[in-house]
């Protein structure tokens, strides 16, 4: 299955570009941040009126033009690669570095970003369009309870599968977190203050940064949840201090280690060491020796999910169980984590009641209770916490925690006395500032936020980034990711200037925002920075429809009225292409003969990079650089 993204109505039916710019000039979204809606209403008519061109006319002159024909590759500098090499050498990959001044992401880092969100979409595809060998494992393992061939595979299995792989990619992130978590503490014990080894939430994350070693680099699967659990900058940082790695706050994402730089477009030469994860030509996702032996000894587990998986079932498929403790007689009990018998007790099953001996009905907000109250009882034994209490802003933190202290000082709770989280938190003033961080998590998993719904609402970004495949983009480094990057460094400044709204971010600004979350030591800092934030900004994926769609309406409202600038719009390619062509000195009095030029160049390099995609995605022969500019040197050709 291979993507090949659609261009928007606007760009491929000319004849109703004026109809179209009067609907944007009504809905207050223009196209173009070089026009107003009415300035490019005016320009179009304008020009056709002078020029005498009808649109149907127009129309059916495009219509009798040739399509270009691409010759393949001739040698290695003619292999289109993605990201293109010019946006992978733009400002640099490494976030390694001291502390100072901060700045947004590079062009290089939002560009390799798009690459890894791609190799995650190809990740996610297999399991939900799975394969022979894997639909009679996995039916066979999740206890469907048929024979193999009485097994209908479709959209709902493959969700559920998904579901199940993450879940599993869940606990073996905990295995490999720990393992680099005690290593990074123990590597940046002397960078703290007087060498005493002693860090406090509010002295911030270290001032060092560095980039995760390239032999400690996990599995795609394991990276993927790594990368939605720092997509939630406050949960992400309180969990560091919490599980007394705070250590990794001053880790960045390795991107050096996932793709390294070479000569000649990126293309490694055959004599060069091959230290890089993923292939730019077919984006494949592959470890070094170094970095699988450190897996393998770290978690004593196979870097391939399914082969662990396969490993471990020996006579007959079977999956992971989950180990779950009673919280009123501390019965363990095995629970599986799926299954396709939707009448079965599991993990992820709607409505969980795990009968125990005892009589206690075991679910999933019981569970989350039973969290809360042993960390009330660590916190009145002179402990530093609970969830929630770590993060920004610390005096709010630090009362929670006297409050608790003086509310059960005398009558520590107990099942019978606060059987739920709304009874353990109804005497702090607002709740939910804490509930958040005890929502129900998976019984493998330290993190203060369930991980697999973390690593599913990345999804919907990922989906968009598919779709769009800015990857591809025939303006990516000359014009989408520059006008992002700008964007964002305005977008921040929102933040101080209109202090307790919700800012609801573009397409294009959420890349650089997520790709600088990436770094959660740069980013605590840019935040605090006056001509940013002047605070840490969290970053809340879980907000209802409605809210973002308001937000979104008042961000846009805020945005153009502080920087005189558009915020929404289209992002397909042939909107990006012309954004890049519009510039200020070009009016409406243009030769038609040479807009019509143009628009087909448009079309050429939408045609060209979707073939590219379309042969990458299929295997087949490669289409050549070479070739588009031999076509853009032809000019069009009458059919």
Same mark, same amino acid.
């Given at each position: 299955?291979?993507?090949?993204?659609?261009?928007?109505?606007?760009?491929?039916?000319?004849?109703?570009?004026?109809? !179209?710019?009067?609907?944007?000039?009504?809905?207050?979204?223009?196209?173009?941040?070089?026009?107003?809606?009415?300035?490019?209403?005016?320009?179009?008519?304008?020009?056709?009126?002078?020029?005498?061109?009808?649109?149907?006319?127009?129309?059916?002159?495009?219509?009798?033009?040739?399509?270009?024909?691409?010759?393949?590759?001739?040698?290695?500098?003619?292999?289109?690669?993605?990201?293109?090499?010019?946006?992978?050498?733009?400002?640099?990959?490494?976030?390694?570095?001291?502390?100072?001044?901060?700045?947004?992401?590079?062009?290089?880092?939002?560009?390799?970003?798009?690459?890894?969100?791609?190799?995650?979409?190809?990740?996610?595809?297999?399991?939900?369009?799975?394969?022979?060998?894997?639909?009679?494992?996995?039916?066979?393992?999740?206890?469907?309870?048929?024979?193999?061939?009485?097994?209908? /595979?479709?959209?709902?299995?493959?969700?559920?599968?998904?579901?199940?792989?993450?879940?599993?990619?869940?606990?073996?992130?905990?295995?490999?977190?720990?393992?680099?978590?005690?290593?990074? !503490?123990?590597?940046?014990?002397?960078?703290?203050?007087?060498?005493?080894?002693?860090?406090?939430?509010?002295?911030?994350?270290?001032?060092?940064?560095?980039?995760?070693?390239?032999?400690?680099?996990?599995?795609?699967?394991?990276?993927?949840?790594?990368?939605?659990?720092?997509?939630?900058?406050?949960?992400?940082?309180?969990?560091?201090?919490?599980?007394?790695?705070?250590?990794?706050?001053?880790?960045?994402?390795?991107?050096?280690?996932?793709?390294?730089?070479?000569?000649?477009?990126?293309?490694?030469?055959?004599?060069?060491?091959?230290?890089?994860?993923?292939?730019?030509?077919?984006?494949?996702?592959?470890?070094?020796?170094?970095?699988?032996?450190?897996?393998?000894?770290?978690?004593?587990?196979?870097?391939?999910?399914?082969?662990?998986?396969?490993?471990?079932?020996?006579?007959?498929?079977?999956?992971?169980?989950?180990?779950?403790?009673?919280?009123?007689?501390?019965?363990?009990?095995?629970?599986?984590?799926?299954?396709?018998?939707?009448?079965?007790?599991?993990?992820?099953?709607?409505?969980?009641?795990?009968?125990?001996?005892?009589?206690?009905?075991?679910?999933?907000?019981?569970?989350?209770?039973?969290?809360?109250?042993?960390?009330?009882?660590?916190?009145?034994?002179?402990?530093?916490?609970?969830?929630? =209490?770590?993060?920004?802003?610390?005096?709010?933190?630090?009362?929670?925690?006297?409050?608790?202290?003086?509310?059960?000082?005398?009558?520590?709770?107990?099942?019978?006395?606060?059987?739920?989280?709304?009874?353990?938190?109804?005497?702090?003033?607002?709740?939910?500032?804490?509930?958040?961080?005890?929502?129900?998590?998976?019984?493998?998993?330290?993190?203060?936020?369930?991980?697999?719904?973390?690593?599913?609402?990345?999804?919907?970004?990922?989906?968009?980034?598919?779709?769009?495949?800015?990857?591809?983009?025939?303006?990516?480094?000359?014009? =989408?990711?520059?006008?992002?990057?700008?964007?964002?460094?305005?977008?921040?400044?929102?933040?101080?200037?209109?202090?307790?709204?919700?800012?609801?971010?573009?397409?294009?600004?959420?890349?650089? /925002?997520?790709?600088?979350?990436?770094?959660?030591?740069?980013?605590?800092?840019?935040?605090?920075?006056?001509?940013?934030?002047?605070?840490?900004?969290?970053?809340?994926?879980?907000?209802?429809?409605?809210?973002?769609?308001?937000?979104?309406?008042?961000?846009?409202?805020?945005?153009?009225?502080?920087?005189?600038?558009?915020?929404?719009?289209?992002?397909?390619?042939?909107?990006?292409?012309?954004?890049?062509?519009?510039?200020?000195?070009?009016? /409406?009095?243009?030769?038609?003969?040479?807009?019509?030029?143009?628009?087909?160049?448009?079309?050429?390099?939408?045609?060209? /990079?979707?073939?590219?995609?379309?042969?990458?995605?299929?295997?087949?022969?490669?289409?050549?650089?070479?070739?588009?500019?031999?076509?853009?040197?032809?000019?069009?050709?009458?059919?």
């Amino acid at each position: 299955m291979f993507n090949v993204p659609e261009v928007c109505r606007r760009a491929a039916e000319t004849a109703e570009i004026v109809s !179209e710019l009067k609907s944007k000039m009504q809905h207050k979204k223009p196209l173009t941040s070089s026009r107003s809606p009415l300035q490019q209403l005016l320009r179009r008519v304008r020009k056709r009126s002078n020029n005498n061109i009808d649109d149907n006319e127009e129309e059916q002159e495009e219509d009798d033009y040739a399509p270009p024909e691409f010759a393949g590759v001739e040698g290695e500098r003619d292999v289109p690669v993605a990201p293109p090499a010019e946006a992978l050498k733009a400002g640099g990959l490494s976030a390694a570095g001291v502390i100072g001044e901060e700045q947004v992401p590079t062009i290089a880092q939002a560009a390799l970003h798009l690459g890894l969100l791609e190799v995650f979409w190809k990740y996610k595809d297999q399991f939900l369009r799975p394969g022979d060998e894997m639909k009679a494992f996995f039916s066979a393992a999740m206890g469907s309870g048929k024979e193999v061939g009485e097994v209908v /595979w479709g959209d709902t299995q493959g969700v559920l599968l998904w579901r199940t792989v993450v879940e599993i990619a869940v606990g073996r992130f905990e295995a490999w977190w720990k393992v680099v978590g005690r290593e990074t !503490e123990a590597a940046k014990l002397g960078e703290r203050e007087g060498g005493s080894g002693r860090w406090e939430p509010k002295d911030g994350p270290g001032k060092k940064v560095t980039e995760l070693p390239a032999e400690m680099l996990p599995p795609v699967d394991v990276l993927m949840v790594w990368h939605s659990f720092m997509l939630n900058p406050r949960c992400y940082y309180d969990g560091c201090f919490a599980l007394g790695v705070p250590g990794m706050l001053a880790v960045a994402f390795p991107w050096e280690a996932i793709v390294s730089l070479h000569r000649r477009h990126l293309i490694s030469n055959t004599n060069r060491k091959q230290n890089k994860a993923i292939d730019l030509k077919t984006l494949d996702y592959t470890l070094s020796a170094d970095a699988e032996t450190f897996f393998r000894v770290a978690t004593s587990q196979d870097v391939d999910v399914f082969a662990q998986l396969k490993k471990e079932s020996f006579s007959k498929p079977r999956l992971p169980m989950l180990e779950i403790i009673c919280p009123k007689c501390e019965h363990e009990h095995e629970l599986p984590i799926a299954s396709l018998d939707l009448t079965a007790n599991s993990w992820h099953k709607p409505g969980l009641s795990l009968g125990c001996a005892c009589g206690f009905a075991i679910t999933h907000d019981s569970l989350c209770a039973e969290r809360l109250r042993q960390d009330y009882k660590q916190v009145l034994a002179g402990g530093p916490g609970i969830r929630g =209490t770590f993060s920004p802003p610390f005096e709010r933190g630090s009362a929670i925690n006297t409050l608790i202290k003086e509310t059960f000082v005398s009558t520590p709770p107990t099942l019978s006395t606060h059987p739920t989280v709304a009874n353990l938190l109804s005497f702090l003033p607002n709740p939910q500032q804490v509930a958040p961080f005890y929502l129900p998590t998976s019984p493998q998993s330290s993190a203060c936020i369930s991980l697999t719904a973390a690593v599913i609402r990345q999804e919907t970004f990922v989906d968009k980034m598919h779709h769009f495949l800015w990857l591809r983009s025939p303006t990516l480094s000359t014009g =989408t990711l520059p006008r992002a990057r700008e964007k964002y460094t305005n977008f921040f400044r929102l933040f101080s200037l209109f202090p307790g709204e919700i800012m609801v971010p573009t397409l294009d600004l959420d890349l650089f /925002w997520h790709t600088h979350q990436l770094t959660p030591a740069r980013y605590y800092y840019f935040c605090l920075q006056p001509s940013a934030a002047g605070r840490f900004i969290d970053h809340n994926d879980k907000l209802p429809t409605g809210v973002l769609d308001n937000g979104f309406e008042r961000t846009g409202e805020r945005y153009r009225d502080t920087f005189g600038l558009d915020y929404g719009g289209c992002f397909c390619w042939a909107c990006e292409i012309e954004r890049d062509e519009l510039t200020p000195d070009r009016g /409406w009095w243009m030769h038609a003969r040479r807009e019509r030029k143009k628009r087909w160049e448009r079309r050429v390099k939408i045609a060209f /990079w979707r073939e590219v995609e379309r042969h990458r995605s299929t295997g087949g022969e490669q289409v050549g650089l070479k070739g588009l500019e031999k076509v853009l040197a032809e000019g069009p050709k009458r059919r």
